[in-house]
């Protein structure tokens, strides 16, 4: 087995830990009577999208530029159930096929996954798995192809990967500050009007973690895991891989500061859930990123994401919108700042030129329209198809449920039963 082939699996791995990771992040921050509905969400997504990138998703996303399909929607059937892959098992290359793909498919998980922390406390399990499937097929196989589509030689195709809107240049998403975070962060949103409030914890004096030591744990399995997030994706050399490693670490460091700092100004103490929150504010924000700032400029995005991402989760409350875990405060709102960071002090021998390093607009309008396009397209999908499931089958918990809790009356288990 070649050195690169074990580094990707190994990546691989670490990715997929990341949504357990997550289940135990927001396991810990909802109430204990609904723990087991709102981890259930995250190991749901996990069957969910990898059966569907098994039948559809691995030809859907990456292609061939080939494949019957566009650079904006691949032929889902050109390879049905990875078939045609099989066939090449035994000579080397298709193996490193399925190393790629089971990269891949870690990332889809961890997109859906996200979505599940704005409807905690209120959102039947299987409605959600339908949601989930649709959200998969119609949005980030999609766009996944937009930024990752890649040909036989290698070269990236995707619309946003080239040309957007017509700017001539392409964006800059390394490891998925558009197409995992905000797209996440926007379906979120949209699932968050749609379910609308809770009925008991929707306030600030309410919204009391039931289990912080969980919180934590879940946020340090997410660092860790957020290293196979970033490097399994080969730098252009060892160099730039291992300035993606330092950056995964510098950034969320700088952000736990910042949004610790904002919180004590803010309530006059630090809290373990907000260093937590600052860490994973952190890791969002380097994610398209890590590849294209030194140290400094990374050091400065985390305390900056980190600071601004502190007040950004207090808009759901002057809004009115029920965000219960602060996906869109989080994960909208630090990969966007991510995203444009890029385009602002991205090192030119990095990007071919920033507005700062090099003097350039066109990168940074790019990584500015990439986002908007995708807020726009998962918002927009997502929307019509949770108002079509609240409206049909019910997506929402009955009250009486809510009230009481999820984890007895969803899955008739719990540890707050006894």
Not at 317 to 334: E, M, Q, S, Y
Request: include cysteine; charge should be negative; charged fraction near 10%.
């Amino acid at each position: 087995m070649s050195v690169d082939l074990s580094w990707q699996l190994l990546c691989a791995a670490l990715v997929l830990f990341m949504t357990p990771g997550l289940a135990f992040f927001y396991g810990g921050l909802v109430k204990q009577k609904s723990v087991v509905s709102m981890m259930m969400l995250s190991f749901g997504s996990i069957a969910v999208v990898t059966l569907l990138y098994v039948l559809i998703g691995g030809t859907g996303i990456a292609g061939n530029g080939t494949d019957g399909g566009s650079k904006l929607f691949g032929n889902p059937f050109q390879d049905f159930a990875m078939a045609d892959l099989m066939s090449g098992v035994g000579g080397g290359e298709a193996g490193n096929a399925f190393g790629a793909h089971a990269f891949l498919v870690a990332f889809c998980i961890i997109t859906v996954a996200l979505v599940s922390g704005a409807v905690a406390d209120r959102a039947r399990f299987w409605p959600w798995m339908l949601f989930a499937t649709l959200f998969t097929i119609f949005v980030v196989f999609p766009t996944f192809r937009w930024i990752w589509g890649v040909d036989p030689d290698g070269n990236f195709y995707g619309w946003l990967a080239n040309d957007v809107w017509g700017l001539g240049t392409g964006a800059l998403d390394w490891a998925g500050g558009t197409v995992i975070h905000q797209s996440a962060g926007a379906a979120a949103l949209a699932l968050a009007l749609v379910l609308g409030k809770r009925k008991v914890g929707f306030s600030k004096e309410e919204a009391i973690p039931h289990n912080v030591p969980l919180v934590l744990i879940g946020a340090a399995i997410l660092w860790f895991g957020w290293y196979g997030f970033n490097t399994g994706v080969y730098g252009a050399d060892e160099g730039q891989t291992s300035l993606i490693f330092f950056n995964t670490l510098v950034a969320p460091a700088a952000a736990l500061l910042g949004w610790i700092a904002v919180e004590h100004f803010k309530e006059g103490k630090a809290t373990a859930v907000g260093a937590a929150s600052g860490i994973v504010t952190g890791l969002v924000a380097i994610t398209p990123a890590c590849a294209f700032l030194t140290p400094i400029w990374a050091m400065i995005l985390g305390l900056v994401s980190g600071a601004i991402c502190a007040f950004a989760v207090d808009l759901k409350f002057k809004l009115g919108f029920d965000d219960t875990l602060d996906v869109v405060g989080i994960h909208l709102v630090a990969g966007f700042i991510g995203c444009l960071w890029v385009g602002i002090f991205g090192a030119e021998a990095l990007t071919g030129g920033s507005l700062v390093f090099g003097g350039e607009i066109k990168l940074f309008l790019a990584q500015l329209f990439s986002s908007l396009t995708v807020i726009a397209f998962s918002f927009a999908v997502s929307f019509v198809f949770a108002m079509a499931i609240e409206k049909t089958i019910g997506f929402r918990a009955k009250e009486e449920d809510e009230v009481a809790g999820l984890d007895l009356a969803l899955h008739g288990e719990g540890y707050a039963l006894n």
